[in-house]
């Protein structure tokens, strides 16, 4: 079945052919290829479309790249100072690094919350936010569910399976460890990032959205061709995580080790409760993660101008990638020696950009060497 012109024939773009003749012609059949017709209209075209998508890739990687470029030394936002923390703020000491403890007193800001007016992004105050555990109980709503009286020890209460008020804060400390866990993870992404060049902070921008809305097997299929991959993953993800959590957030005195992962398995109504707000939970993630990192909302929402100097992190990589497209759009419906001096202009692009990132790679080793 033959393939209609308008669509990039892969095997026409990356067939170098022509050169191999072209040298060993010395340029001679560029006479002949000179004389067949160019698509004009359909590169134009091709151009116009490869730079709407161009800018809404440098927007995406904006979005990520905005808080790689944060103070990563306030992890609980407790700061007046814009921070990392401000954003996913999470407790100093965790487990592992990412898991938040069962005792009352592993939830650091969770219990009493903070109240960082003065911290601003751009010119809004994002105290407007009231990203728990940030605001205070004092506030209409407070930081609910997030209330100290969820987190507290609860020792002098009934030592009973039915004990609903038992349930109801096991649940609440299930759910602000699931979001500790995740924005554990997300602060060390922003941290490793911020070390590296804007060519690897576009891919991981990418590579984060790709999870995002195929599922961890979006990372096995860049390397597979055999793995099929399905959007809603990620929400699979939230509530596994969300069930152990819950795990790690039983405080029972007479349920230890094994005992946990029995109660779990033979508890149909707490199976049936996790279940439930863990779906709910992993709706609330979604919707959280386009508002926080999907242009138009984030960074270009509330500071447009910090988004524009993540972007600027970025904007060799994303020349050199349009570079591409026009390269691919020549090769498809220009000719050949069109194509030759197009081909010497995106060459030196390449090159100095190329030169570039070695330099600033020679920059960062240097002065880590100082430290």
């Known amino acids: 079945m033959s393939k209609s012109n308008d669509e990039l024939d892969s095997n026409k773009i990356f067939n170098f052919d022509f050169y191999i003749n072209l040298f060993n012609s010395k340029g001679k059949n560029l006479k002949g290829e000179a004389e067949k017709p160019n698509e004009w209209t359909k590169f134009f075209m091709g151009c116009g479309v490869s730079v709407i998508g161009v800018l809404i890739l440098g927007a995406v990687g904006a979005n990520f ?25 999470i407790p100093k000491d965790l487990n592992y690094g990412v898991f938040a403890g069962n005792e009352s007193t592993d939830f650091g800001p969770y219990e009493s919350g ?10 809004i105050s994002l105290s407007l936010f009231n990203i728990p ?57 922003f941290k490793a990032m911020k070390y590296c060049p804007g060519g690897f902070k576009l891919f991981l921008s990418l590579i984060i959205l790709g999870v995002f809305i195929f599922g961890p097997g979006f990372l096995v299929s860049l390397v597979s061709d055999n793995t099929k991959i399905a959007s809603g993953g990620f929400i699979g993800l939230i509530v596994a995580s969300f ?12 349920v230890y080790g094994l005992g946990k992962i029995f109660h779990l398995v033979f508890s149909i109504v707490d199976m049936a409760i996790l279940s439930v707000i863990g779906s709910f939970m992993a709706i609330a993630f979604t919707i959280q993660f386009i508002l926080t990192f999907i242009p138009p909302f984030g960074p270009f929402l509330f500071n447009f101008m910090g988004a524009m100097e993540a972007m600027h992190d970025i904007k060799d990589s994303l020349g050199i990638l349009y570079g591409f497209f026009i390269f691919g759009l020549a090769k498809q419906y220009l000719n050949n020696a069109i194509l030759s ?31």
């Not at 903070?114 to 010119?123: E, M, N, P, R």
């Open 243 to 254: 069930y152990l959590m819950s795990i790690l957030q039983i405080r029972w005195e007479w």
């Open 65 to 89: 790249i905005y808080y790689s470029k944060l103070n990563t030394d306030d992890p609980t936002g407790d700061d007046t100072d814009e921070s990392l923390g401000t954003y996913f703020p």
């Open 114 to 123: 903070t109240d960082a007016t003065d911290v601003k992004a751009g010119s």
């Open 133 to 189: 555990p940030t605001g205070t109980d004092s506030k209409w709503m407070g930081r609910w569910p997030y209330s100290y009286e969820m987190f507290k020890d609860y020792s002098d209460r009934p030592n009973t399976f039915f004990d609903f008020k038992k349930k109801k804060m096991w649940i609440i400390r299930t759910i602000t460890a699931t979001y500790i866990f995740w924005r554990a993870i997300l602060q060390y992404i």
């Open 341 to 371: 001096g197009m081909t010497l202009i995106v060459a030196g692009y390449i090159l100095v950009n190329i030169n570039i990132f070695r330099r600033n790679v020679y920059d960062w080793i240097h002065s880590s060497k100082k430290k």
